[in-house]
């Protein structure tokens, strides 16, 4: 298992967004950002991103 110190540094050093917005465009909704699924072929957004999680 993970140590929880890792993982919590980890997340404090990374910019969640930044990591995700190089494989999937992202679209701003609200305090959150939205992208259609990149595992699924689909026409509107399901995946959401959220900064502060």
Known sequence: MIPQD???QLL???D???VIERYVPLKKAGANYQARCPFHNEKSPS???SPTK
């Open 6 to 8: 890792f993982l919590q």
């Open 12 to 14: 404090d050093r990374t």
């Open 16 to 18: 969640i967004v930044a």
């Open 47 to 49: 995946f959401s991103v």
